[in-house]
Every structure is written in structure tokens, then in C-alpha cells.
């Protein structure tokens, strides 16, 4: 196998062994969401939580969408790989059943980007 095939491989991988990116994942299954949305849900860092969302569209996992002064982030429907994809649907066998993903859903559905971005 080509050492740069294998790379690329690793990196994909990579960017799936934490547990907040995961987290992401799962929550921009339920809905797009900008940076402040996703820091309020998460309770981490602004610079914690942008550095997750650059990783993931690195590899692309996700895509960012400008909506006026807001930038959406949201599952890559078309990804470059098919692998992602796949990776993408296979989410619930590995994950859907834990705690934390079912909090975060909960919070999704009520959080508001018009209150959480004017903190």
C-alpha cells in the first residue's frame, strides 16, 4: 500500500479519537450549528472548539456555510471520500446509545444562536 494512502488513512482515523469530535458529529446530525452553539452545548473553549471544528473539514467530515454573520457547520453530504460517508452513517451502531450524545441532542433542539452568540 501506497505510504501516502496510509497517511491519509491515519489522519481520517485520527481525527475521530475524541471523544468531542464525536460529540460534534453527532450533534450537526440533528442540525447545522455555528462556533458559539456548539462551545455552549460542549462547554469548552471558543479556541477549543473552533480547533475540533478545523480538524473535521480538514478531513472532511464537515463543511462551513457563511449565513450572514454567522458561519454554519454541518455534515459533508459529498464528501471527496466515500469512506466518510460511511463513517458518517455507522455513527449510531458505535455511539447513539451513550448518555452524553442524548444530553447533547436535548440541548441541540434547544439551543438558541441569538442568545448564546450575544453572551
Same mark, same amino acid.
Given at each position: 500500500?501506497?505510504?501516502?494512502? $496510509?497517511?491519509?488513512?491515519? *489522519? !481520517?482515523?485520527? /481525527?475521530? /479519537?475524541?471523544? +468531542?469530535? @464525536?460529540?460534534?458529529?453527532?450533534?450537526?446530525?440533528?442540525?447545522? !450549528?455555528?462556533?458559539?452553539?456548539?462551545?455552549?452545548? @460542549?462547554? @469548552?473553549?471558543? /479556541?477549543?472548539?473552533?480547533?475540533? @471544528?478545523?480538524?473535521?473539514?480538514?478531513?472532511?467530515?464537515?463543511?462551513?456555510? *457563511?449565513?450572514? *454573520? %454567522?458561519? +454554519?457547520?454541518?455534515? +459533508?453530504?459529498?464528501?471527496?471520500?466515500?469512506? $466518510?460517508?460511511?463513517?458518517?452513517?455507522? !455513527?449510531?451502531? %458505535?455511539?447513539?446509545?451513550?448518555?452524553?450524545?442524548?444530553?447533547? *441532542?436535548?440541548?441541540?433542539?434547544?439551543?438558541?444562536?441569538?442568545?448564546?452568540?450575544?453572551?
Amino acid at each position: 500500500m501506497n505510504f501516502c494512502m $496510509i497517511e491519509e488513512k491515519t *489522519k !481520517l482515523f485520527k /481525527s475521530l /479519537s475524541d471523544s +468531542n469530535r @464525536l460529540r460534534i458529529l453527532k450533534m450537526l446530525q440533528v442540525k447545522p !450549528l455555528c462556533v458559539c452553539e456548539i462551545t455552549d452545548v @460542549l462547554q @469548552l473553549a471558543t /479556541s477549543t472548539v473552533s480547533r475540533h @471544528l478545523s480538524i473535521l473539514r480538514e478531513t472532511g467530515f464537515i463543511i462551513e456555510e *457563511k449565513d450572514g *454573520k %454567522w458561519v +454554519n457547520y454541518m455534515i +459533508n453530504s459529498h464528501p471527496v471520500d466515500p469512506r $466518510i460517508s460511511s463513517i458518517i452513517s455507522t !455513527l449510531d451502531f %458505535w455511539i447513539a446509545d451513550q448518555k452524553i450524545i442524548n444530553e447533547d *441532542k436535548s440541548k441541540v433542539i434547544k439551543v438558541d444562536r441569538h442568545f448564546v452568540c450575544s453572551k
